[in-house]
C-alpha cells in the first residue's frame, strides 16, 4: 500500500514504485523529506541567520513538483503532514501556562478581531476591484482573514520565545481568529452556498465543542493519566498522550474546528499533569525527527509556477494585502489593550501567516462554487508567502530588543 508498484515486499532492494518505475515510493520519499528538511534548516540558520522553518519551507518547493519533482503531493504525504501539524500544536500546548493564556484573553480577542476585519474588508474590495460578484469577494476575504499560528509557534520555539506574553496572546488570538473564520465561513456558504445548515447550529456546534473539550480536559484526563501510568506495559502514557492528541484533534473536526486547536487543548490539558516533562521529553524526539518535517514540506508541496506570469500582479497585490492587513490589523489590537508598539509590530507578524487553515478554506471554496478555478493557483502562492514572510519577520522583530539590549550594557 504505502511502496506502490510491485515491490510490497522488497523494501530493501525496491527504490523506485510504479509500472515505469521513476516515482521514488513513499518510504524513500520520506528519507528525502527528512534529510532534506535538516539540511535546508541548518543552511537556513547557518548561512542565512534565520530560523530553520524557512530552509525547511522552502526545501519543499525545491523537491516538491514545482521544480525537481522528487515529492508528489500525495495522499500519504498528505496524512503525514497532517500529524505532523497536530503533533507541533500538542507540544505548543504542552509549553503553554494555561494562567498565562487565561490573562491574555482580553488582548487575543482584540488581535483576533482586528485581524479579521481588516483582511475581510480588504479582500472584499480586492474581489469587488477585480470583477468578483459578491459572494466571491466575500469568500475571498474570508481566506485572507485565516489565520495559521503553527509556523508562528516553530518559529517562536527556535527563538526561545514561545513563553513570551506576546507568544500567549498570539495563541490565543490564532484560536478565536480561527472560530470566527468558520463561523463566517458556514454564513457565506449558507447563504450564497449550496449548504442549508442554520448559521444557529454552526454556531451551538462551536459553543458545544469547546464546553465540553474544556470539561474533559479539566476533569478528565488527568483521572485518565493516572489511571494509565498504573499500566504494566512499556510507555502507557507516552502512548495515551499520542491517543489524547489525536482523539481532541478528530472531535474538534467533527464539530467543524480546526484539528490543530483540538491537539492544542489536549496538550494544554497534559501540561497540568506531573507528566509533562517527561510526555514532552520522550514526544518532541518522533515529532521533529519525523511527521513535522513532513508538515512543512507538504506546504511547498502544493507550489506550481505553471502560468504564474500571467496573474503576478494579482499574487504580488493580494500578498500585500494579506500581510499589511494582518500586520497593522493585530498589531492594532494588540496596542489598544496595552502592548508597545514592537510588541504590537511581532504579535502583528505572528498573525501573518495564513498555513494549513487557508489551503483548506480555499480547497472549500472551489467545492462550493464560491472561489473561481482561474484563482485558486494564484491563492495557494499568495498563502505559501505570507507563510514564508513570517519566520523572518518575527526574528527581525525579536532580535531588534535583544540588539537594543546590548547597545544599552
Not at 81 to 109: P, Q
Not at 243 to 264: E, P
Not at 353 to 380: C, D, M, N, W
Request: charged residues 15%; contains cysteine; aromatic residues 12%.
Amino acid at each position: 500500500m504505502f511502496f506502490g508498484g510491485a515491490c510490497h515486499y522488497r523494501l530493501p532492494f525496491c527504490f523506485f514504485g510504479g509500472e515505469g518505475g521513476h516515482e521514488l515510493t513513499f518510504i524513500i520519499q520520506l528519507a528525502v523529506v527528512i534529510v532534506a528538511t535538516k539540511i535546508a534548516g541548518h543552511a537556513s540558520v547557518r548561512w542565512l541567520g534565520q530560523p530553520a522553518v524557512l530552509g525547511e519551507l522552502i526545501v519543499g518547493i525545491l523537491v516538491g513538483p514545482a521544480l525537481l519533482g522528487w515529492i508528489p503531493d500525495s495522499e500519504m504525504m498528505h496524512v503525514f503532514s497532517e500529524i505532523g501539524v497536530l503533533m507541533l500544536m500538542f507540544i505548543a500546548g504542552l509549553e503553554t501556562n494555561l494562567e498565562d493564556l487565561r490573562n491574555s484573553a482580553r488582548s487575543s480577542s482584540a488581535v483576533a478581531l482586528g485581524g479579521v476585519i481588516l483582511p475581510l474588508g480588504f479582500g472584499y474590495l480586492a474581489g469587488t476591484l477585480l470583477g468578483m460578484d459578491t459572494s466571491h469577494a466575500i469568500f475571498l476575504g474570508l481566506i485572507l482573514s485565516a489565520t495559521s499560528v503553527s509556523i508562528s509557534v516553530q518559529t517562536l520555539k527556535e527563538l526561545g520565545k514561545l513563553q513570551s506574553k506576546e507568544s500567549m496572546t498570539l495563541l490565543g488570538a490564532a484560536v478565536l481568529d480561527d472560530v470566527i473564520v468558520i463561523v463566517l465561513l458556514a454564513f457565506a456558504m449558507s447563504i450564497f452556498g449550496d449548504s442549508d445548515t442554520s448559521i444557529w447550529w454552526v454556531v451551538g456546534e462551536k459553543i458545544f465543542f469547546f464546553a465540553s473539550a474544556v470539561f474533559v480536559a479539566w476533569k478528565g484526563v488527568p483521572w485518565i493519566v493516572r489511571l494509565f501510568g498504573r499500566l504494566k506495559v512499556s510507555e502507557p502514557v507516552i502512548a495515551l498522550a499520542l491517543v489524547l492528541c489525536l482523539v481532541f484533534a478528530w472531535y474538534a473536526d467533527l464539530l467543524g474546528v480546526a484539528g490543530i486547536i483540538g491537539s492544542f487543548i489536549a496538550g494544554t490539558a497534559l501540561a497540568q499533569t506531573s507528566f509533562k516533562a517527561t510526555i514532552e521529553r520522550k514526544i518532541e524526539p518522533v515529532a521533529y525527527g519525523i511527521f513535522v518535517p513532513v508538515f512543512f514540506v507538504s506546504i511547498g508541496l502544493k507550489v506550481t509556477f505553471n502560468g504564474i506570469f500571467d496573474q503576478i500582479w494579482f499574487i504580488i497585490g493580494l500578498t500585500l494585502i494579506a500581510v499589511l492587513t494582518k500586520f497593522i490589523g493585530s498589531g492594532f489590537g494588540a496596542w489598544m489593550t496595552g502592548f508597545s508598539p514592537l510588541s504590537s509590530f511581532r504579535i502583528g507578524s505572528g498573525m501573518v501567516s495564513r498555513g494549513e487553515v487557508a489551503l483548506i478554506l480555499a480547497s472549500i471554496g472551489i467545492e462550493a462554487h464560491l472561489l473561481a478555478q482561474k484563482y485558486f493557483t494564484p491563492l495557494i502562492l499568495v498563502v505559501i508567502l505570507t507563510t514564508l514572510i513570517t519566520p523572518p519577520l518575527l526574528k527581525i522583530l525579536f532580535e531588534k530588543e535583544e540588539a537594543s539590549a546590548r547597545a544599552n550594557k
